[in-house]
Nanobody
């Protein structure tokens, strides 16, 4: 059973930065690609970025592109999302994702609120 636990969210002022973390249980973390998504109130969940087990990255053509960096530490079973130049439209719950075959695993999410 895979468990994903996000952390690092919070309240940040416009223009600020946050680094989100997602810790995964189990010994299979290094095998699989990991992704970050977000869901703002009243909106659908939005794909942000993905990183393969070998570190190859893919970013969505979204408003977050160019302001975020996904990375992973396989020794720590953790994937990160560094976000910079945050603005109020980035306010959302951020989720990490692991896809194993046809099965998607999600964390509980971490709230990011950008406000002055």
């Amino acid at each position: 059973q895979v468990q994903l636990v996000e952390s690092g969210g919070g309240l940040v002022q416009p223009g600020g930065s946050l680094r989100l973390s997602c810790a995964a249980s189990g010994s299979t973390f290094s095998i699989y690609a990991m992704g970050w998504y977000r869901q703002a109130p009243g909106k659908e969940r939005e794909f942000l970025a993905r990183i393969t087990n070998g570190g190859i990255t893919l970013y969505a053509d979204s408003s977050m592109r160019g302001r975020s960096t996904i990375s992973r530490d396989n020794a720590k079973n953790t994937v990160y999302l560094q976000m910079n130049s945050l603005n109020p439209s980035d306010t959302a719950v951020y989720y990490c994702n692991m896809k194993i075959g046809a099965q998607d695993y999600w964390g509980q999410g971490t709230q990011v609120t950008v406000s002055s």
